[in-house]
């Protein structure tokens, strides 16, 4: 069992910028990718950021530029540190935790970017 809690949402202005936290517990030596995903009113979960236990880190176009995912093992937390934010942007955000057979969510966080 893995178990994410995820914090950093809140409201912020077009243009500003927000660090998202993922920390990790439990079973977190069998998690091989830990990913950032989000999901708005009405549309489908979709990939924001993804890094490897090596390092590798895939985006989504929409965000690449603007977004970085980083992780720190000591701690166990991965970040999204998310700058130039649109209110396209808003959404539930969501960590995942993949293993070989399984994965694990947090709870979500709401970042909503209105002036």
């Known amino acids: 069992q893995v178990q994410l809690v995820e914090s950093g949402g809140g409201l912020v202005q077009p243009g500003g910028s927000l660090r998202l936290s993922c920390a990790a517990s439990?079973?977190?030596?069998?998690?091989?990718?830990m990913g950032w995903y989000r999901q708005a009113p009405g549309k489908q979960r979709e990939l924001v950021a993804a890094i490897t236990n090596g390092g590798s880190t895939n985006y989504a176009d929409s965000v690449k530029g603007r977004f970085t995912i980083s992780r720190d093992n000591a701690k166990n937390t991965v970040y999204l540190q998310m700058n130039s934010l649109k209110p396209e942007d808003t959404a539930v955000y969501y960590c995942k935790a993949s293993m070989t057979y399984s994965h694990y969510w947090g709870q979500g966080t709401q970042v909503t970017v209105s002036s």
């Open positions: 439990g079973s977190i030596f069998s998690i091989s990718t």
